[in-house]
């Protein structure tokens, strides 16, 4: 049983990345993310970028070795296959458009866009870094504008 104090809703979802302009480029340029950039850069290991995304959801950027560091925790180069970050979109062609995007970016498609044996369409791809990202369309669920 959950406590008063633990509700469930996710806020921000960081990644730990090696190079914080080489993925705000990714992010920004390549996929279209809005954002005021790297901010915090007044405060040692302050530097981080914010994406605002859909349903109040932050997606951060934040360098490796400062998220280790406040975590107190030993930062890993294996970011691969532990977790898939899972963007939701409209229709098949949705799809194909956000993978050319990320492909031109130069993210590693490790799975291109095909339909899928639970009846949706999807690819799977990582960004710079090796977080790995799943674009499906399910038509089961309706997306928001």
């Known amino acids: 049983m959950l406590s008063g104090m633990m509700k469930p809703r996710i806020k921000v979802l960081t990644l730990a990345v090696e190079d914080l302009n080489r993925s705000l480029a990714f992010y920004r340029d390549g ?20 994406f605002e995304l859909a349903n109040d ?37 949705d799809v194909d458009a956000l993978v050319s995007d990320a492909r031109r970016a130069k993210a590693v498609v490790t799975d291109p ?10 690819a799977y791809f990582h960004d710079p870094d090796g977080h790995l990202w799943e674009v499906a369309w399910n038509p089961a669920w309706t997306v928001a504008d």
């Not at 996929?31 to 914010?50: C, K, N, P, S």
């Not at 866009?113 to 999807?122: I, N, Q």
């Open 113 to 122: 866009p095909k339909d899928r044996f639970w009846g949706g369409y999807s």
């Open 57 to 93: 959801l932050i997606l951060a950027l934040y360098p490796a070795a400062s998220l280790s560091k406040d975590a107190k925790i030993v930062a890993t180069k294996s970011r691969l296959g532990a977790v898939s970050i899972g963007h939701i979109v409209k229709s098949k062609h």
């Open 31 to 50: 996929l279209g993310l809005r954002t005021e950039g790297i901010i915090g850069q007044e405060f040692e290991e302050g530097a981080v970028v914010f």
